[in-house]
């Protein structure tokens, strides 16, 4: 063998992982170009995220208030309603009684329109 066979096998292999390597390269760089994308849409996502969590901290704290204003105005209800108790209970006592009332009137009047039938079907006779 001569220098001159050496010397082309060795370009030949020298060309081949040449050739590999650039290959690797360009593979590398577009996982590279891969990895910057993901990166962004990362970036853009956590922002997003951020940024519902602030919104989602202010709705929470509108809540809160509104919680505490309801419970205000319940207890300010239920102060009311205790302090009327007695006036409901006359109420109350006063609505059984009309019903009482009412049918005795009733009961009443239903004698008296009988009695009333009565002697007048006598006065007939």
């Not at 319940?74 to 006063?94: M, N, P, S, Y």
């Not at 609505?95 to 009137?105: D, E, R, Y």
């Amino acid at each position: 063998m001569g220098w001159g066979l050496l010397n082309t096998k060795y370009k030949e292999t020298m060309n081949t992982k040449i050739n590999q390597m650039s290959d690797d390269i360009e593979t590398l760089k577009h996982h590279r170009q891969q990895c910057d994308e993901l990166h962004e849409l990362h970036k853009e996502h956590k922002k997003r995220s951020d940024d519902a969590m602030n919104n989602l901290t202010d709705s929470n704290m509108m809540l809160a208030k509104s919680i505490t204003d309801m419970n205000v105005t319940l207890t300010k209800v239920v102060g009311i309603v205790e302090g009327d108790r007695k006036v409901l209970g006359f109420l109350q006592d006063a609505s059984t009684a009309w019903s009482f009332n009412k049918g005795v009137v009733v009961t009443i009047g239903g004698l008296a329109a009988a009695i009333g039938a009565i002697i007048a079907v006598y006065n007939l006779l």
